[in-house]
């Protein structure tokens, strides 16, 4: 079993619609969570960077974290055509030097 | 600009011909991390280093060597290259392990 799982899509949906991207994990040490957006040809960039628990806002994206159930989740609402990406979910155990990612989730936002 | 620089972008070589995949950042990061990635397993660590002279596994170190001898580089070299190591680079770096994690474009390899 992988330390993380991420639904790898693709998911389409009409410009303008509210977005939920969703990655579950099995292990509880992990402290730091993360969302990357990757463009096509590009190397990932950090989107959210969320420590433990409960929920964290940035302009349309806003990140939650579960830890009881083990899910973390990103929102985007008022989608873009430029929201069009794969986006990657990353997380870190307190003290550890290396990033667990998903498998990322190709996202088309369609005009 | 402030950024993360890998050569080449593209490379195609031929199993058993040792290569350097090139990495440098001007962000004066201690933080350096090379990674591969791979359809259906995503982004898999291969090395990481601290800062100069101090670098550890990931975890895929197989068939990977690194070295840190200037804070901005951290050359990615692989000794005898083998068709299973051909897959997509990236270099990234940060002011510290918890800091945010800046990636090159990276560098697409292909060993036949």
Partial sequence: QKEVEQDPGPLSVPEGAIVSLNCTYSNSAFQYFMWYRQYSRKGPELLMYTYSSGNKEDGRFTAQVDKSSKYISLFIRDSQPSDSATYLCAMRKAGANNLFFGTGTRLTVIP | ?112
């Avoid at chain 2, 890998?6 to 995949?21: C, D, E, F, H, M």
Wanted: aromatic letters at 10%.
């Fill in chain 2, 1 to 112: 600009e402030a950024q993360v620089t890998q050569n080449p972008r593209y490379l195609i070589t031929v199993t058993g011909k040792k290569l350097t995949v090139t990495c440098s950042q001007n962000m004066n990061h201690e933080y350096m991390s090379w990674y591969r990635q791979d359809p259906g397993l995503g982004l898999r660590q291969i090395y990481y280093s601290m800062n100069v002279e101090v670098t550890d596994k990931g975890d895929v170190p197989e068939g990977y060597k690194v070295s840190r001898k200037e804070k901005r580089n951290f050359p990615l070299i692989l000794e005898s290259p083998s068709p299973n190591q051909t897959s997509l680079y990236f270099c990234a770096s940060s002011l510290s392990r918890d800091e945010k994690l800046f990636f090159g474009s990276g560098t697409q390899l292909s060993v036949l």
